[in-house]
């Protein structure tokens, strides 16, 4: 099983990012996808999660209206589009793959999913 992050980086504030999230070794469409992100010092914070079907989403009260998460089931891969970065969305941004069958509220706990990727690095300048 390999859930692995990517497209992080050093970007500009107000500028725009998609990350992806490659998954394997499981079938894909039975789980639930989140992402969360981790700032140095701070607590892992969840941002959005998706099931399926793909219209089945819940986000964090602070990532709604930035950030949008979508899936590819032709790819096995689900994404973060994040808009208007600013300094204070630097942070290691993880996904995770959950088993499905919860109400989609309790995808905002960490400890429902039951793996995780090793992250990707977003930084954003001032």
């Known amino acids: 099983v390999q859930v692995q992050a990517s497209g992080g980086g050093l970007v500009q504030a107000g500028g725009s990012l998609r990350l992806s999230c490659a998954a394997s070794?499981?079938?894909?469409?039975?789980?639930?996808m989140g992402w969360f992100r981790q700032a140095p010092g701070k607590e892992r914070e969840f941002i959005a999660t998706?099931?399926?079907?793909?219209?089945?989403?819940s986000y964090a009260r602070s990532a709604k209206g930035r950030f949008t998460i979508s899936r590819d089931s032709a790819s096995d891969t689900v994404y973060l589009q994040i808009h208007k970065l600013a300094p204070e969305d630097t942070a290691a941004y993880y996904c995770?793959?959950?088993?499905?069958?919860?109400?989609?509220?309790?995808?905002?706990?960490?400890?429902?999913?039951?793996?995780w990727g090793q992250g990707t690095q977003v930084t954003v300048s001032s």
């Open positions: 998706i099931g399926w079907p793909a219209d089945n989403t």
């Open positions: 995770a793959a959950g088993g499905r069958g919860y109400n989609i509220i309790r995808y905002s706990l960490a400890g429902t999913y039951d793996y």
């Open positions: 070794g499981f079938t894909f469409t039975s789980y639930n």
